[in-house]
């Protein structure tokens, strides 16, 4: 099963969803009976000029929920978009996904 939010939901979180400022990432979450466990990433090249470190950023968040819903951390019927911020760029997997549990705990009160 796929963990990647199409692109056509992303309206949907960013108007009905909450969100919360981290200092890795700000993370947006819907919550409602029909969504999936799903997450989609932003990074902009405002933040990251190079190619190099938006994949990067990309892939650090990509893999960390991942992570985060093998593990049963991430709540379910929940779909998630995670806005990267520079600070991100030199942080590693474990720290990234520390980060998205806080956000899903203070989200989730």
Sequence with gaps: MS???PGAKYSRVFDRG???KGRLLVAW???SLDAG???GVVVSKKSFHHAVDRNRAKRLMR???RLLVKEGVMPEHAEWIFIARASI???TTLEVMEEMKWCARRLSR
Aim: hydrophobic share 40%; proline share 0%; no cysteine.
């Design 3 to 5: 963990t990647r939010l």
């Design 18 to 20: 909450r969100s919360i």
């Design 29 to 31: 979450q819907y919550s």
């Design 37 to 39: 466990q799903m997450a």
């Design 63 to 65: 893999e960390a929920f």
């Design 89 to 91: 760029i030199t942080k």
